[in-house]
């Protein structure tokens, strides 16, 4: 029931949008359209995302739950069940992952689900363009703790945080730097073209550290 009987006697007009509002949940709408709209988020990153949202990653409780798998445990800890929630927000492994990305951006980025998260951003104090880089900080973040646990599955083997953390990094400050120098939001800009691209615009590296980290807070 969206209102009681004595909320529409008392209602002095009657607003279809805050109708709406009160269906789908305005926080939650903002939230997830600021976040799978973002410019600087990579399209295979957003789509992840999305699909941690929706909760339909194949992650090792559904596949339990589909009769797929017998092990329901988490494929980079072990310890507990490979929930959404708990690959992404509380394992082990990807707390140590979130601990290095927020030092690197010196905010806390991440809290107890993506939903969360991108209410921290959003309500924190900074400015528009900060909070979109923040955002797609938090979208790379999750791709590569995704990537990371199909490594796992798939080559049996964990990368130490470390790299995880530096591919991250890496992904944001090369689609940082495609942004800077006008390419197209969308392409997938690799680390050789963007070089190619940085002498075409005489630009250098140097130059799109100092842009970078003044446009995007990043310690680089
Ligand atoms: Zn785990």
């Known amino acids: 029931m969206i209102y009681t009987a004595q909320q529409l006697t008392n209602m002095q007009q009657f607003s279809i949008q805050e109708c709406y509002k009160k269906l789908t949940g305005e926080n939650e709408k903002v939230n997830w359209s600021k976040f799978v709209w973002n410019r600087l988020t990579l399209p295979k990153h ?7 949202m929706k909760e339909r990653l ?5 596949l339990r739950n589909m009769g797929i798998t017998d092990d329901p445990l ?3 800890c072990g310890i507990e069940d490979e929930t959404h929630l708990h690959l992404f927000f509380n ?5 140590e992952v979130c601990k290095s990305i927020s030092k690197w951006m010196q905010f806390e980025l991440f809290g107890d689900s993506i939903d969360s998260s991108c209410r921290k951003v959003l309500t924190s104090r900074r400015s528009r363009f900060q909070k979109q880089s923040l955002l797609a900080v938090l979208g790379a973040a999750i791709y590569f703790i995704w990537l990371a646990r199909n490594d796992a599955v798939w080559n049996s083997k964990i990368d130490i945080i470390r790299h995880n953390v530096h591919r991250i990094q890496k992904v ?4 940082y730097g495609a942004l800077e120098i006008g390419a197209v939001p969308g392409i997938k800009y690799m680390h050789g073209e963007l070089n190619g691209s940085l ?3 005489n630009l250098t590296w140097k130059h ?3 842009l970078i980290r003044n446009r995007y807070i990043l310690n680089l």
Request: charged share 25%; aromatic share 10%; proline share 3%.
């Open 208 to 210: 799109i550290r100092k």
């Open 58 to 62: 194949n992650i090792a409780l559904r």
């Open 199 to 201: 002498r075409r615009h």
């Open 91 to 95: 394992c082990p492994f990807s707390l």
């Open 46 to 52: 957003r789509f992840i995302c999305w699909l941690v």
């Open 74 to 76: 988490c494929r980079l």
């Open 172 to 175: 944001c400050v090369i689609r």
